[in-house]
């Protein structure tokens, strides 16, 4: 008896954890072309309002270019002034986890060195997606 009633509570919290909704919001920016080695560029991707409820489960990020990147850039994922770094110009991270996701949003990477950049990398495309756990 005393197991049914175990097995029947385990059920009834896993039904409870089961209810949450993970729904995503992709925000992007057509790209444009860098030119600068050790330049800041800065790709403002979209705001999340105020009403838009729920914490950041993962998010994915996707830099495309035309070119190969002679070296790999530092790359950073903020919203408004908090930024996280992440290691690679396309990714699924953690980071941001369990907070709100209202806010401005954007993506902002550095190329080593310094100096003109020969050719310049066309940028076709920045794209981050949120995963949002709802309440």
Not at 37 to 42: A, D, N, V
Not at 51 to 76: C, E, H, M, Y
Request: charged share 10%.
């Amino acid at each position: 008896m005393w197991r049914r009633v175990v097995v029947g509570l385990l059920l009834a919290v896993t039904s409870q954890v089961v209810q949450a909704t993970i729904v995503s919001a992709t925000l992007s920016h057509p790209g444009q072309s860098i030119q600068r080695k050790g330049h800041w560029y800065r790709f403002t991707l979209g705001q999340l309002p105020p009403d838009n409820v729920g914490k950041v489960t993962t998010l994915a990020w996707q830099i495309q270019s035309l070119a190969a990147w002679p070296r790999p850039p530092s790359v950073f994922v903020c919203r408004d002034r908090d930024c996280q770094g992440v290691d690679s110009v396309a990714g699924v991270s953690r980071c941001f986890a369990g907070q709100g996701s209202q806010g401005q949003w954007s993506i902002v990477f550095a190329l080593p060195g310094s100096g003109a950049l020969h050719p310049p990398i066309l940028i076709t495309g920045v794209s981050l997606t949120l995963n949002r756990l709802l309440p």
